[in-house]
């Protein structure tokens, strides 16, 4: 079936074109430019307004690098970016952390298959966050998943924290230059860059929890600079060590390592290739039973339960770059292997039992990716044409074993003991991808269509059957969206698109269920503001509506592990963020500021028997509000969080299920009640005479609030939440 908008869809595409062309009309004389105002300050690159001259914009070409306020200020669709001293100032110890401050982003606490700390688990707008699949997500513009199509769930996540510089979240008109998996916008992970000059820092952060016993110490050193020949280098660290908060969550290894190198060509043109390793352990406690929570929720009932990964990737780009064009070639190879022991329940006659399987998963990636964009300029409108291609090959080796069945707490040594293979499948897809798109400035507009076109090859082997299923799809994804610069510092949007998500390799080797790829289609209207009298924020109302949405069924009983389509559902709510520096009341209030965010979502199954109900695990409100005051060398954070309810209703899927809103016994199916958390973090910097060191303290779950998730997948239950937590910070930088 071709993707096509609604009605509704293509009236606002046709409102806002014949808008475009009024407001141009009106505004300006034929042949005239608009007046420059030498008082302004120049735009961003991009942008346009009537109050400067064509001359003023400049090619854009991958607006994803470098991002900053500018960036978000002239996207058109809701966008964030939180820098590395907002992650600092948070106390934040991982991506989760960082991720809970960005309007519309939800996150799982570890939980299930993706309980370790290696795994992440983010949803946007309602979307399914078990394993964060329905993101495009990105390390510097490269696909983090170990395999994009067949594969791009991040039961491991190979990223650590303190190598980040910033992390930038579109969650709409990402859908044309990115995919695929981009219903649920676009998440970049960027890495510090290349210094100009030689700079070296190293930090720690030890996490103390009051609960467990646990102690995690989170190191990271950088070193790096660039010549007067324009040849430059970095080294970056950062890693987890330590035990959770939780019995099992222990050994937690991780060690994220890169190798950056850039050479200046020219003043236009520069090579640039990174080399990146990452290897991870972590025990995963697994999910309690209710009973077992009511004894005591940080205990763990499963002492095999483990996850580790190891990623090894190149990437290699060359860049052009001139006030009219801009061309990339980027090629990436990325080698990873991700495996998990986790025991299985025995039903029937082997109730009670348990038997050890592992999933050792081998899987490999080669990318080229040119890009090209042209700036053309006329007497009143400029065009910024934009074509690119990405021809991109996986491959997999997926396998698992398992061990005869043994009882717990017999000494039973299940690591140890001879285990079966029963699984065996090789994978593989050929993905090409185009797309084109036109930034056409005109007046204080600019408006993008564009086009992007998916062939995709994919197939899985069995190799004990030799059955080898095929799959392939051909999608056109057409996208529009329009911004109006009000000001330099206001600007509205408005965008539509259509976002595709292929079968996965476990979904393609699923043949009995008829499964079909998920396609849906995004609409968002919203504004940014930034530095207009100490204010800025965002405001964007959103609508995704799937055809057919893919939801896992889970192990419960009664249900398969299985993927099944759920049919049509809705996504639709309200994101907004406001943020103020209350040094532009008064003199006296420099170094204060304060921010606030607030998300409501309405998820909800279109049909069958939970139609109009909301979908799993995802809060229809999420709040968050922040002060900080920065006076002579100290500094005070203070920072809530808050979320409603979410519900794991059970399986749709199963004739006349009820909507379970009470708990079951494993603790799997039932409410999760909302939560409200606050943190507080004092630091001082003791300056230049002191090698620049910085320390500071803090305390996240100040009162100990006592939270939980659950699971419903083949590691089931209960899940409590971070307990009150210490932390200590330490800085140096030469």
């Known amino acids: 079936m071709q993707p096509t908008f609604t009605p509704t869809g293509a009236a606002i595409g046709a409102a806002l074109l014949c808008l475009t062309i009024s407001a ?79 309007p519309g982003v939800q996150v799982q606490d570890s939980n299930g298959t993706g309980g370790s700390d290696i795994s992440l688990n983010v949803g946007v707008r309602g979307l399914a966050s078990r394993l964060s699949p329905r993101s495009t997500i990105l390390l510097d513009g490269v696909p983090l998943a170990v395999a994009p199509y067949g594969q791009p769930q991040l039961s491991m996540a190979p990223v650590a924290l303190g190598n980040l510089q910033a992390v930038d979240v579109v969650r709409g008109a990402g859908s044309v230059r990115y995919g695929p998996q981009n219903v649920g916008g676009v998440i970049n992970f960027v890495t510090r860059p290349i210094p100009k000059t030689f700079t ?15 102690v995690k110490t989170i190191p990271s050193a950088f070193i790096g600079g660039t010549n007067e020949q324009g040849l430059g280098g970095a080294l970056l660290y950062s890693g987890v060590h330590g035990n959770g908060y939780r019995a099992s969550n222990d050994h937690v290894n991780i060690d994220d390592l890169m190798l950056k190198g850039a050479y200046r060509i020219t003043p236009a043109d520069e090579l640039s290739a990174s080399l990146h390793y990452y290897d991870a352990t972590a025990g995963m406690p697994g999910g309690l039973t209710s009973a077992q929570y009511a004894a005591d929720p940080f205990q763990s009932v499963r002492p095999f339960d483990n996850f580790s990964g190891r990623r090894k990737d190149f990437t290699l780009k060359y860049a052009h770059n001139d006030n009219n064009r801009k061309f990339e070639l980027l090629t990436y190879y990325t080698d990873s292997f991700r495996g998990s022991n986790i025991e299985s329940e025995g039903t029937g006659a082997t109730a009670g039992q348990r038997r050890l399987v592992s999933y050792p998963r081998n899987y490999h990636t080669f990318a080229i990716e040119p890009r090209y964009s042209q700036l053309f300029r006329g007497e009143n409108v400029s065009h910024e044409v934009g074509v690119g291609y990405r021809f991109l090959r996986e491959a997999s080796d997926e396998e698992a074993s398992r061990t005869a069945f043994y009882r717990p ?127 800025g924020g965002e405001l964007t109302l959103f609508n995704i509506d799937f055809d057919d949405e893919l939801q896992l069924r889970g192990g419960t009983a009664g249900s398969p592990d299985a993927w099944t389509n759920l049919g049509a559902t809705t996504h639709r709510g309200v994101e907004s963020s406001v943020r103020y520096d209350f040094g532009a009341l008064a003199p006296t209030l420099a170094g204060l500021s304060a921010y606030a965010t607030y998300t409501f979502t309405d998820a909800t199954y279109n049909q069958g028997t939970f139609a109009g109900r909301d979908l799993p695990f995802y809060s229809r409100h999420v709040a968050t509000l922040g002060m900080r005051y920065a006076r002579n060398r100290w500094l005070l954070n203070v920072d809530a969080f808050a979320q409603s309810k979410q519900h794991s209703p059970g399986d749709p899927a199963i004739a006349n299920a009820p909507y379970q809103t009470a708990e079951s016994a494993n603790g799997a199916l039932g409410d999760i009640p909302g939560y409200a958390l606050l943190n507080m973090r004092l630091g001082y910097d003791f300056g230049k005479a002191a ?44």
């Not at 900053?68 to 991506?95: C, F, Q, Y």
């Not at 070296?200 to 009051?210: F, L, P, Q, R, T």
């Not at 500071?696 to 419903?712: C, E, H, I, P, Q």
């Open 200 to 214: 070296a820092d190293a930090s720690v952060e030890s996490d103390i929890y009051s609960h467990g016993g646990g």
């Open 24 to 102: 141009h009309a009106a505004d300006t004389q034929p042949g005239a430019l608009p007046a420059p105002d030498a008082a302004s300050a120049p735009l961003a690159a991009g942008a346009f307004s009537a109050e400067s001259t064509l001359n003023t914009v400049t090619v854009v070409g991958n607006w994803l690098e470098s991002p900053n306020e500018a960036k978000v200020l002239d996207h058109p669709g809701a966008r964030t970016i939180v820098d590395r001293e907002e992650m600092i100032e948070s106390g934040a110890s991982n991506v989760r952390d960082v991720l809970r401050r960005v």
């Open 691 to 734: 090698q620049n060191l910085k320390i500071a303290v803090g305390v996240k779950n100040l009162f100990d609030r006592r939270y939980f998730t659950r699971s419903t997948d083949n590691n089931a239950g209960k899940y409590v939440g971070m307990p009150r937590t210490f932390y200590i910070q330490a800085s140096l930088a030469y």
């Open 409 to 535: 707490g017999t000494g039973f040594n299940a690591p140890n003991a001879p285990s079966t293979l029963y699984q065996s499948r090789t994978g593989g897809t050929t993905a090409n991808a185009v797309y084109i798109d036109d930034t056409i400035n005109v007046g204080n507009w600019t408006i993008t269509p564009g086009l992007r076109y998916e062939m995709i090859r994919s197939y899985v082997t069995d190799n004990f059957t030799k059955v080898r299923n095929d799959v392939k799809s051909e999608e056109p994804l057409p996208s529009l969206a329009v911004l109006y610069h009000v000001t330099d510092q206001w600007k509205l949007f408005a965008n539509a698109g259509v976002s595709f998500g292929p079968l996965q390799y476990f979904q393609i080797a699923q043949t009995t269920n008829g499964l079909t790829p998920e396609k849906a289609k995004t609409y968002e209207i919203g504004t940014h503001f930034a530095g207009i009298n100490g204010w």
